[in-house]
């Protein structure tokens, strides 16, 4: 028995050295992922980068940010209704999802929700047949915007507010009523808010958050604690200059001030992928009140660097007015915002370069050359070095012929392989311009001191879990960008 198996096993040898080697003919196959990885809907999300958020409600004819829940159905008077304005205000802004206020904590309700009066019913919109929940997602729908959707847990009106059974059933009712008869929602909005008053009150967030897993399939639940995104920890909408999407879950919890910073830097440890969304309003207010103007564009612009700029999605608040439509003024600056995003990223200075890189994966030609950051695919094409136990990593874009001028480097990592690098620099010509900690999907620098010009921009990677996947690099120049001490300033 065993000469024959020895025999067997030689003839296997000496056939596998003469046969043709069969590995010539695939193709490299790509680095294994490092866990944990983003969910198709996070992946959505996350490519969305700016999405809106539409405040409306009793508090827009008050005046008034937090209503007390004792105000009259009857002021809600939005005589100029048109949630397709609004939809085309977010085509025009190149965003995809906007998400409603579908109620406050004021408890009014933008819907005819069966367990409460205190709602569209008792307005005189459509007198008392309206529904803008229904508006704004037929009205998106139409324009090919995705919606979500804000249902305040702390509720000032209702008078089940307080007995922790008899409200959780009225909230979780009018959920199944908002995810049952609207069509497809992209993302449900939750935060911890409480009455002072009611100190005893427990949301049932577990079994709420089935519930939403339960009515939609393809939606991602936001809180302080996720499941499918959290909250950055502020409303500024600033992210930490750190930002994972890895976080602990273990550690969150929902209207815990203590965890502000953890959910600004993530956790680099993080067993659970968990980005982050940056909520701030283009007003000082969230809902819309004459008195306040939108924010200037160099701050719109700050705030893309740092929240989009720094692995985030932007929710930015955009509140329709008495008549029901955004306001002239915020319309006029979200152009102003747009353009200057096109004007700035709408140009790669890196495109018309060479690139090479410390070393290729499968070598030369192997699908995963330093010329695939140049490529239109931010995830699925990129350049990946050996996996060669070194800790550096680099990459170089050399300018052709003329000087390349810019003042802001863009970064993406291929996030659907997991996210790892955490520490890089930027040089060029050998001085470096730029450093940092994590990438993600994207890391914008704008140069501190402004625009830079050289031959050779390397990008060296200094730190990370595992070999770092870069999916695309970019050199622009913003013209909005006016550092102190920027000595070439045009
Ligand atoms: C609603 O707004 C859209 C887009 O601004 C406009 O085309 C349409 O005519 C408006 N509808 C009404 C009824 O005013
Ligand atoms: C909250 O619960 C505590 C302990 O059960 C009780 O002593 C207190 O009276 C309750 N407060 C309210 C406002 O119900
Ligand atoms: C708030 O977070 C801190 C830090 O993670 C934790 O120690 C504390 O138990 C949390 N509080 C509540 C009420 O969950
Ligand atoms: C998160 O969990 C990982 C794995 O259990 C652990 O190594 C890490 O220390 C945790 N992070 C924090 C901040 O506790
Ligand atoms: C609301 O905005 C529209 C422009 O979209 C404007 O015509 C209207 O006058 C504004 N209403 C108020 C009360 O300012």
Request: glycine share 8%; aromatic share 12%; charged share 20%.
């Amino acid at each position: 028995m065993a000469t024959h198996y020895h025999l067997i096993i030689s003839t296997l040898i000496i056939l596998s050295n003469i046969l043709p080697s069969h590995q010539d003919h695939f193709a490299t196959t790509p680095p294994l992922p490092i866990l944990p990885l983003p969910s198709y809907s996070q992946l959505k999300w996350q490519q969305r980068e700016i999405i809106f958020f539409h405040h409306f409600g009793v508090n827009t004819f008050t005046d008034s940010e937090w209503g007390t829940g004792k105000e009259s159905p009857k002021i809600f008077n939005p005589k100029g209704l048109n949630t397709t304005q609004w939809v085309d205000v977010a085509v025009q802004m190149g965003v995809s999802l906007s998400i409603l206020t579908a109620k406050h904590h004021d408890g009014f309700c933008l819907w005819p929700s069966k367990y409460t009066d205190h709602s569209v019913i008792g307005s005189p919109l459509q007198d008392g047949h309206g529904d803008v929940v229904k508006e704004f997602a037929d009205a998106a729908r139409a324009g090919g915007v995705d919606i979500g959707l804000y249902l305040s847990p702390w509720d000032r009106h209702d008078y089940r507010y307080g007995k922790t059974i008899a409200y959780n059933e009225y909230y979780m009712g009018q959920l199944q009523e908002l995810l049952n008869k609207y069509g497809s929602v992209s993302e449900i909005w939750f935060d911890g808010a409480k009455g002072p008053n009611a100190p005893n009150m427990t949301y049932f967030f577990s079994d709420w958050f089935a519930m939403v897993g339960e009515l939609q399939s393809t939606i991602n639940i936001f809180s302080d604690a996720g499941p499918g995104v959290r909250w950055v920890g502020n409303e500024k909408g600033f992210a930490g200059t750190t930002c994972w999407s890895t976080i602990n879950k273990t550690a969150l919890s929902i209207g815990n001030e203590s965890i502000v910073d953890y959910l600004a830097t993530g956790d680099p440890k993080g067993t659970d992928w968990l980005p982050a969304e940056c909520d701030v309003s283009i007003r000082p207010g969230w809902f819309w009140h004459k008195s306040e103007s939108p924010k200037k564009l160099s701050e719109l612009l700050q705030i893309y660097y740092n929240s989009v700029g720094r692995n985030c999605v932007l929710l930015l608040n955009v509140p329709p007015n008495t008549t029901g439509l955004i306001s002239t003024n915020d319309i006029q600056r979200l152009k102003e915002f747009k353009s200057a995003l096109e004007t700035i990223f709408s140009k790669n200075l890196a495109q018309s370069c060479n690139v090479k890189a410390s070393s290729i994966r499968g070598g030369k030609d192997s699908g995963y050359g330093p010329e695939l950051v140049l490529d239109n695919d931010h995830l699925w094409t990129y350049w990946a070095p050996n996996d060669n136990g070194k800790n550096e990593h680099w990459i170089e874009i050399m300018a052709t012929n003329k000087l390349l001028k810019f003042n802001v480097v863009r970064i993406q990592e291929a996030i659907g392989l997991g996210q790892r690098i955490r520490k890089h620099e930027v040089y060029v010509d050998g001085n470096r311009v730029a450093k940092g900690t994590t990438v993600g999907y994207k890391k914008l620098h704008r140069l501190e001191n402004g625009v830079v010009s050289g031959h050779r921009v390397r990008i060296r990677i200094l730190g990370s879990s595992s070999v770092p996947l870069i999916s695309s690099v970019g050199l622009h120049f913003d013209p909005f960008w006016h550092p102190v001490g920027d000595k070439n300033n045009l």
